[in-house]
């Protein structure tokens, strides 16, 4: 079965970076995009940003592009979310979750599979 591990998570001053990992296993990983999201408390689940299989395409949410950045390594099934200039609002649960396809696609449910989630905190 597919099984997602983040790690990397943490507390961070404002304006710090942290790199996220999401170790995969159960599936051919570069068959398959790999995306973020994020869940702040008494919030829905947010879109991060999205790499297609091979790693050759991402794509971005508004409010990360230029300070987030996605990769990803097939030898090791393994995707990264490098994470610069933080700010207090980037504060959640981090989740990778593995997608139906190669493609990237921003929705939620392009995404049967997700892992427990790594938690951000920024403060100010």
């Known amino acids: 079965q597919v099984q997602l591990v983040e790690s990397g998570g943490g507390l961070v001053q404002a304006g710090g970076s942290l790199r996220l990992s999401c170790a995969a296993s159960?599936?051919?990983?570069?068959?398959?995009?790999m995306g973020w999201f994020r869940q702040a408390p008494g919030k829905e689940r947010e879109f991060v940003g999205v790499?297609?299989?091979?790693?050759?395409?991402?794509i971005y949410a508004d409010s990360v592009k230029g300070r987030f950045t996605i990769s990803r390594d097939n030898a090791k099934n393994t995707v990264y979310l490098q994470m610069n200039s933080l700010r207090p609002e980037d504060t959640a649960v981090y989740l990778c979750?593995?997608?139906?396809?190669?493609?990237?696609?921003?929705?939620?449910?392009?995404?049967?599979?997700w892992g427990q989630g790594t938690q951000v905190t920024v403060s100010s």
């Open positions: 979750a593995l997608a139906r396809g190669a493609a990237a696609v921003r929705s939620t449910s392009w995404f049967p599979y």
């Open positions: 159960g599936r051919t990983f570069s068959d398959y995009a």
């Open positions: 790499i297609t299989g091979s790693g050759g395409s991402t």
